[in-house]
């Protein structure tokens, strides 16, 4: 297939390069993959129908056998059911066309009058029995395939959920799943509609060898159109689907609680509002663009059609004046060609709708394939039990796409466990990104990161996370109960009363709860009816409780206090404290320095590089990094603040 540009339409908006700094269509020219699945020739398809068919009916088994083969049954039933159909209409045909006096002739066609009539009531129970298994059938086939999707999306590495390329194939393959669905109907129909063309072809080529491929010929006009369409829309999709996610995600802003104040304070309602439409309208020029194409694809198929047509009459004429072909054996042709060139018309129209659906459940596919490639090893080596210190190696750390500027470079450092390691740096210096791979969220693109000796690299990742409990600086406010936000902490164990109340409490989150309207039951998402919004304080103490939930021997937390007020602050980093006392490892990130001086190793970063460790005292001494942030924010405190100037 050649390269054919689905982004052709209009060129990037103004919206587009101010709200998202430039085109959000992909460009399918370039894409690698596009020509492996845009490849939408007729062959092709035709090549595929097994497979596609395989597929769903694999699907549909997996989701309820039994409706299953009630279906496959019901359509080969129906198929089969028009096929004795038409070979009665054929006899009955040929017993009235020919033969003495009419009522002789109605005598003898009636037996296939009859065989009609019991076909096309068959047919009919058939149907409904097949409408009921589909409809049974649908939903869960859909929800099998959700289900597979969400759970592979769910266990990939971290770093493929921030690739755009895997995004997108999020964002495609979410599709999938409900064209799976629609393909048990259109395959039940592809099945039958074969069924009943065999049997019209039959027909045909016992009349006259001639007719069937006329008959082909009269139906290829409309497969072309119907599948240059199919190629345009999917291409166009791919070509979009970044586009669209923008325009939702401006319509989603809108009704968003949280950016609620600032729409209405600084009236950014109008300005998105624009942009909306100016990205609608670009979007609905694609639209244009595609029913333009569509509309001049269908009348030269129908040009087509109409001259094959005429062709076909006019062989069937001349083969009734060369006297090759009876009169009653043309009335029979001409019904057998109306009949057949519908099925055919009705099975390719099947096969692309198929097709297309098909196209979509490869996006799937190919997201289940590549999300497994992707995927968070399963196994690995044990960690020691209780190791005495994780040691950092030489680790340099990218992130993906940003290989130019490491945000960590060649770090070695030890943090002994049972300790308090705090980590210091100015913004940007690295520190959360130093504690996500020590999370094991990302792997060290060089160095090591040792676990008493074990390379973290090559042990059991979930284990791994297993000794973990982390407060991120932006961790999830999870939409549920104050219940589920603190207990997410571990949901893979029964949620207990007692073990929820110990880690409010060694939180100091218990006024919270106190404050709460339902206690602990209360919903803390203000966009459902009886939910509660907390303050950003209330959070971080629910969000420490939830790390406490979770017993991990290290606890990391990411600036713990930010939105804590001055006492707050201090009965938080008493209770990290203690919980250093008890034997716990704590690894503290925070700019409040001050928090610092409790912590029995620092470690200071600056622009990805360990600049200096020690304990507080020994770096205060040492005159460095530290001493000079530290002494900044003690000046803060003693410095006295100028009178203002008199006017
Ligand atoms: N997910 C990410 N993808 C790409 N780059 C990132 C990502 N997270 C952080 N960075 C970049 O890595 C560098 C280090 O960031 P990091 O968050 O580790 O700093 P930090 O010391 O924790 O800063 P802060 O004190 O502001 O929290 C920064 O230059 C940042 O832009």
């Known amino acids: 297939m050649g390269k054919r540009h689905g982004a052709g339409g209009p060129e990037v908006s103004a919206s587009e390069r101010l709200l998202f700094g430039g085109p959000l269509r992909y460009d399918m020219g370039w894409n690698e993959h596009a020509d492996a699945f845009l490849e939408l020739n007729f062959r092709a398809m035709l090549v595929r129908l097994p497979g596609m068919l395989a597929s769903s009916l694999r699907l549909a088994r997996q989701a309820d056998p039994r409706a299953a083969r009630i279906v496959l049954a019901c359509e080969v039933g129906r198929g089969a059911a028009q096929a004795v159909s038409l070979l009665a209409v054929n006899s009955a045909l040929g017993k009235l066309l020919s033969g003495p ?258 196209l979509f459940v490869g996006d799937l596919h190919r997201l289940y394939t590549e999300a497994a490639e992707r995927a968070i090893p399963a196994g690995g080596r044990p960690l020691p039990e209780n190791p005495a210190e994780i040691r950092f190696e030489n680790v340099t750390f990218s992130y993906p796409g940003d290989a130019a500027r490491p945000a960590l470079d060649d770090v070695t450092l030890t943090l002994p466990l049972g300790r308090i390691i705090a980590l210091v740096g100015e913004n940007g210096s690295g520190k959360t990104t130093l504690v996500k791979l020590l999370a094991g969220l990302y792997n060290p693109d060089r160095g090591r990161i040792l676990w008493d000796g074990v390379d973290a690299a090559r042990a059991d990742r979930r284990l791994l996370a297993e ?52 206690g602990l039951d209360t919903l803390l998402a203000r966009n459902f009816s009886g939910g509660h919004e907390l303050s950003g304080g209330q959070w971080q103490r629910l969000g420490i409780a939830r790390a406490a939930y979770r017993r991990g021997r290290i606890l990391i937390v990411d600036e713990p206090t930010a939105a804590l007020d001055a ?49 507080p005292d020994e770096l205060l001494a040492g005159g460095g990094v530290y001493a000079e942030l530290y002494t900044l924010q003690a000046e803060q405190f003693t410095a006295k603040v100028p009178a203002p100037k008199p006017a």
């Open 101 to 358: 006096g009419i009522g002789q002739r109605l005598r003898e066609a009636a037996p296939a009058l009859a065989v009609m009539a019991a076909v096309m009531l068959v047919a009919a129970l058939l149907r409904a029995a097949s409408t009921y298994a589909t409809g049974r059938l649908e939903p869960k086939v859909e929800r099998v395939a959700t289900e597979l999707y969400l759970e592979r999306a769910a266990n990939v590495e971290l770093a493929a959920i921030e690739d755009h390329a895997f995004h997108k194939l999020l964002d495609t393959a979410q599709y999938g799943a409900r064209s799976a669905r629609s393909m048990i109907t259109y395959g039940a129909r592809v099945i039958n509609a074969v069924i009943s063309l065999i049997a019209a072809a039959g027909v045909l080529t016992v009349l006259h060898p001639a007719l069937l491929p006329l008959l082909v010929t009269m139906t290829l006009p409309s497969a072309w159109g119907a599948l240059t369409n199919a190629r345009r829309r999917y291409e166009s999709f791919h070509t979009w689907v970044q586009h669209a996610r923008a325009g939702h995600l401006i319509g989603s802003l809108l009704t968003e609680p949280a950016a609620a104040p600032e729409i209405r304070v600084h009236g950014v309602g109008p300005f998105l509002l624009r942009h909306f439409r100016s990205m609608s309208e670009t979007a609905e020029a694609e639209q244009a663009r595609l029913s333009r194409l569509a509309a001049r694809t269908g009348l030269i198929a129908a040009a087509w059609t109409g001259l094959a047509t005429v062709a076909t009459y006019a062989t069937l004429g001349a083969l009734l004046l060369g006297g090759a072909m009876a009169l009653s054996v043309a009335g029979t042709a001409v019904i057998a060609i109306r009949t057949g060139s519908a099925s055919l018309d009705t099975l390719v129209l099947e096969i692309n709708e198929l097709h297309e659906e098909a």
């Open 467 to 518: 000794r973990i409990a982390m407060v991120a600086q932006d961790f999830k406010r999870w939409p549920f109960t104050a219940r589920v936000n603190v207990a997410v902490g571990r949901s893979s164990v029964p949620l207990t009363e007692e073990r929820l109340a110990a880690s409010v409490a060694e939180a100091g989150a218990e006024e919270v709860v106190a404050d709460l309207p339902r």
């Open 567 to 615: 006492r707050a602050e201090l009965e938080v980093f008493d209770k990290i404290r203690a919980l250093a006392g008890s034997g716990q490892t704590v690894v503290l990130i925070t700019h409040r320095l001050a928090s610092v001086r409790h912590a029995d190793v620092v470690h200071v970063l600056e622009h990805g590089r360990l600049v200096e460790s020690g304990t």
